[in-house]
T-cell receptor, first 114, second 114 residues
């Protein structure tokens, strides 16, 4: 029972590079989301998906793309990395249609953009 | 207003003390209030949650108190232990458009000293 798996755990990018953060869950959750965590800012929603083929923007979507081709996977793409994207990124999943069901988070990806 | 305001930002208590973390919200549509616990280098994990139809919920040493009229809720940790040292996030969610919409507080870093 793996839960939510994120890779890589750590990454250093140069400004302007692109990369994809991977997220996979094995709980058949319809809802998946990406958050970034910065000191004093809490968890801010980047993008989310309520099912395969359906994605939408969150609070801080600029500079990020997502797609959801399967229920299990929800990758986050950084198009052209900027130092402002240095952060810890968390993927989370949940049942969409169950009231009172919390999120399961991955262990995070610590990204540094130099 | 979707904000959830959390205080304090950090908290230091001695072993055996009762740290209290407070959260306040504005949106009366919120109907689920979870707390998450995050250890360094890990993702947040669901700790305890409450629905607005009850005023208190206990799970082990963790208690949520909920005041619907004041739109406030708090987490109390009884007989705190050094192993409780972590960052705690409150959250509030409501169900709309087929999925939960969640707002997180900014987090409280708790240190329990022996």
């Amino acid at each position: 029972n793996a839960g939510v798996t994120q890779t890589p755990k750590f990454q250093v990018l140069k400004t302007g590079q692109s990369m994809t953060l991977q997220c996979a869950q094995d709980m058949n959750h319809e809802y998946m989301s990406w958050y970034r965590q910065d000191p004093g800012m809490g968890l801010r929603l980047i993008h989310y998906s309520v099912g395969a083929g359906i994605t939408d923007q969150g609070e801080v979507p600029n500079g990020y793309n997502v797609s959801r081709s399967t229920t299990e996977d929800f990758p986050l793409r950084l198009l052209s990395a900027a130092p402002s994207q240095t952060s810890v990124y968390f993927c989370a999943s949940s049942y969409s249609n169950v009231i009172g069901y919390g999120y399961t988070f991955g262990s995070g990806t610590r990204l540094t953009v130099v | 207003q979707q904000q959830v305001k959390q205080s304090p930002q950090s908290l230091i208590v001695q072993k055996g003390g009762i740290p209290i973390i407070n959260c306040a919200y504005e949106n009366t549509a919120f109907d689920y209030f979870p707390w998450y616990q995050q250890f360094p280098g890990k993702g947040p994990a669901l700790l305890i949650a409450i629905r607005p139809d009850v005023s208190e919920k206990k799970e082990g040493r963790f208690t949520i108190s909920f005041n619907k009229s004041a739109k406030q809720f708090s987490l109390h940790i009884m007989d705190s232990q050094p192993g409780d040292s972590a960052t705690y996030f409150c959250a509030a969610s409501y169900y709309s458009g087929g999925y939960q919409k969640v707002t997180f507080g900014t987090g409280t870093k708790l240190q329990v000293i022996p």
